[in-house]
């Protein structure tokens, strides 16, 4: 998951950056992520991965490595402690193709 399979078209890095500096489309995400992912012309697979929290295929399509850690707190958690915690534990068994540690 270096950076040879970086794709830097994957509309996903413009979503997660924007997740990140608008609080505004961080409120909707987490009311409405559907809404916010009609906001971006996602790659059918791409938006199928991200619905579906699937990391292993987003780096497979081009997902920046940088960005997997960041994404998976604002899909299930962004808080320091117990959040975080499982948004990593999440991320980490989409990669893996583990069994969700969480139960979800």
Same mark, same amino acid.
């Given at each position: #998951?270096?950076? =040879? ?6 509309? &996903?890095?413009?979503?997660?950056? %924007?997740?990140? +500096?608008?609080?505004?489309? !961080?409120?909707? +995400? ?12 996602? !790659?059918? =697979?791409?938006? !199928?991965?991200?619905?579906?929290? %699937?990391?292993?295929?987003?780096? %497979? ?10 994404? $998976? !707190?604002? #899909?299930? @958690? /962004?808080?320091?402690?117990? =959040? $975080?915690? &499982? $948004? ?5 068994? &989409?990669?893996? @193709? =583990?069994?969700?540690? /969480?139960?979800?």
């Amino acid at each position: #998951m270096g950076l =040879e399979a970086f794709d830097p078209t994957l509309v &996903s890095h413009d979503l997660v950056q %924007d997740l990140k +500096w608008d609080a505004e489309l !961080r409120a909707l +995400w987490e009311r409405d992520r559907a809404a916010v992912l009609d906001r971006y012309p996602l !790659r059918p =697979e791409e938006r !199928r991965a991200i619905e579906e929290g %699937d990391f292993r295929t987003l780096y %497979d399509l081009g997902f920046h490595p940088y960005l997997g850690g960041q994404f $998976a !707190r604002l #899909m299930y @958690g /962004n808080a320091a402690g117990p =959040e $975080a915690t &499982s $948004a990593v534990k999440k991320l980490v068994a &989409s990669l893996t @193709g =583990e069994a969700d540690p /969480n139960g979800g």
